[in-house]
């Protein structure tokens, strides 16, 4: 069984489209990281949402944290090309005691010019 | 600041062989972690390792094993390689402490190892 859910699977969009990602489980987490890695590299840090219910901004992703803490959303508006990539979202149970994080599957995001 | 080093990048081994990978974390991050991707079960958790000691684990078996040197560097060891160990695998650090706060971890870009 799968502690964070993540959909869809796959994305395959045109540039200048807007796209939403989720992730969800049935565990509350203290905190939600979201990741971007691209082929071949690993995972380089987006945001970290930590209140339930925040809202984060970083140009043209909009990330939100559920109320219940239970659940999380990227939105992507005007997708680009360089926006291709798996995205990835990982919670954390233990506040920060604990070295691990629990990973989606990712969305495999592409997008085409 | 440099970010999280891993040596080497690819790595050909055969089955029943061993292996070490290593991970220099980034300057002052005294938490390591290891963790396996693969297509099918994504980023999995293997170990963390905090001021040399191992202090979590995840559902690997006993021929995953690591340690963590007094400069925070780590290393990773697969022995009895099998099949289906190809993977790559990421070291990431974090800032953690024992008081807690956010676990943002910082990936190094992994060892691509493939088992023929």
């Known amino acids: 069984t799968q502690l964070l859910e993540q959909s869809p699977q796959f994305l395959s969009i045109q540039e200048g489209e807007n796209l939403t990602v989720y992730c969800n489980s049935s565990?509350?987490?203290?905190?939600l990281q979201w990741y971007r890695q691209e082929p071949g590299e690993g995972p380089v840090l987006l945001v970290t949402?930590?209140?339930?219910?925040e809202v984060k901004k970083l140009k043209r992703l909009t990330f939100q944290f559920g109320d219940a803490r239970k659940d999380s959303s990227l939105h992507i508006t005007a997708a680009q090309p360089g926006d291709t990539g798996l995205y990835l979202c990982?919670?954390?149970?233990?506040?920060?005691?604990?070295?691990?994080?629990?990973f989606g599957k990712g969305t495999k995001l592409s997008v085409k010019p | 600041k440099a970010g999280v080093t891993q040596t080497p990048r690819y790595l050909i081994k055969t089955r029943g062989q061993q292996v070490t990978l290593s991970c220099s974390p980034i300057?002052?991050?005294?938490?390591v972690s290891w963790y396996q991707q693969t297509p099918g079960q994504g980023l999995q958790f293997l170990f963390e390792?905090?001021?040399?000691?191992?202090?979590n684990k995840g559902n690997f078996p006993g021929r995953f094993s690591g340690r963590q040197f007094s400069n925070s560097r780590s290393e990773m060891n697969v022995s009895t390689l099998e099949l289906g160990d190809s993977a790559l695998y990421l070291c990431?650090?974090?800032?953690?402490?024992?008081?807690?706060?956010?676990?943002?971890?910082?990936f190094g870009p992994g060892t691509r190892l493939t088992v023929l």
């Open positions: 990431a650090s974090s800032l953690r402490s024992r008081r807690g706060g956010y676990n943002e971890q910082f």
């Open positions: 949402v930590v209140t339930g219910g």
């Open positions: 990982a919670g954390d149970r233990y506040g920060g005691s604990q070295g691990n994080l629990i």
């Open positions: 390792y905090f001021s040399e000691t191992q202090r």
């Open positions: 565990s509350v987490f203290s905190s």
């Open positions: 300057s002052g991050h005294r938490s």
